[in-house]
Structure formats: C-alpha cells, structure tokens
C-alpha cells in the first residue's frame, strides 16, 4: 500500500514520482481529459502528470466539459455511480465520441460491470500508480481503434435522432420496422396523411436524404433492434 499524506479533504496518496515516470512512456501529444469534482485529487492527478509533460485538461464537473468540447484523447472521470452514463449521454447529444476510463476508491465488481455497460472502455481503482494509469490509457487507445468509428456513428446518430419530436420519433420506429403510413397511421390513431407530414419533418430534421438513410440512422442510434 502507498503510503499517504492527509489534507482538508482527506488522505492523498504519495504516487507523485510513480504518475511522473509512468506517464513519461506515454506520448505527449495525448490528451487526458480529468473531470473530478474533489480539488485536491484532481490538483494531484493533474500537476503529476503536467510534470510529466502529459497535456492534461483539468474540469471539476461535465458542464465545464461541454464548453471545452475536446475532440481526441481519453476521459478519465471519477465515478460518482451517475458520471459514465451522464458523460456518454453529452458525447452523443455533441455528436463525438472519447474512450472513457472512469476510477473511485474501492469499486466494487458490479459497479465496475455497470460502468463498462454504460460505455466505460476501463476502471481504475483510486490511488492508482503510474503504471496503472499507462496501462488504462494505452488499452483505451487500442480500443478506442477498433471501436471508436462505431461509438461515433451512434453518437452522431443519436445527436440526430433527439431533434425530433415524440410523434416524429414513434413514426421513425415505424418506418423503420417496415410498417406502412396506413399500418403507422392506425397504430398510432393517427391520418395516413398526418404520417406524411411527420415522415417529411423527420427526413428534413436528421439531415436524410431518403427513407433508407433514416432507417440507418435509426438503427446506427439504436432506436429499433
């Protein structure tokens, strides 16, 4: 166990050399992009890793990420148990995709299934060294490659997708199901020509230029199975 220094918010520990030299393997034009709400722990985390030459973009919260907008690297969030699945949420309404390692102190295994299912690539467990942190990052970039054109095609297709309204979106289902204006018409108690009339908002809206182009985009944003 690494031993620790205490502060006004609790114990910190000594792994400033370890981030440091771990963090130098890595290359530095890569960005990290550290959203933690607690100061201290991200004032440590963020000065390790800048002594070490990493490019590192401090945040307290995700309000402070949407404004920043970063385009590549990873995110390392600390997991508050809602923090993944509100980070994955404002990438997909931005239309861009990061790989996520999301961290805490003690996680237990279901939470870190959880965090995966929700759109974490890895999880760390607070304090972590540098080795670990090298690791997370490298098996983040590996992944990001071989998944991250298809976590973008969601992110954008669900961008796309949340322009439309709750009658547009439930004759976008339709359409996508192979359902006919009539047979949408009557399912949602609704004219074949009122149909139309969403059929061609919806089109117009999600940027399609074909019915064939919204049913992809359904399926890309996981509206329909």
Known sequence: ?????????????????????????????????????????????????????????????????????PRSGVVLVHDDGEAVAALVALMSKAGSWLPVVAFSEGPDPSRIAGCVLEGAVDYLAWPFDADMLSDAVKRSKMRASRMGNARLREAIARSRVERL?????????????????RMIGEKLVISPRTVEIHRANMLNKMGANHTSDAIRIAIEAELVC
């Open 1 to 69: 166990m690494p031993t620790q220094r205490t502060g006004s918010n609790g114990p910190v520990p000594k792994t400033d050399k370890k981030l440091q030299q771990g963090a130098l393997t890595m290359k530095e034009a890569f960005t990290i992009a550290l959203i933690d709400q607690d100061l201290r722990r991200r004032a440590f985390i963020s000065h390790a890793l800048a002594d070490a030459g990493m490019h590192v973009e401090p945040f307290e919260d995700m309000a402070e990420l949407a404004i920043y907008q």
């Open 165 to 181: 309204t709750r009658r547009e979106r439930e004759v976008l289902a339709g359409v996508a199901s192979g359902l006919s204006n």
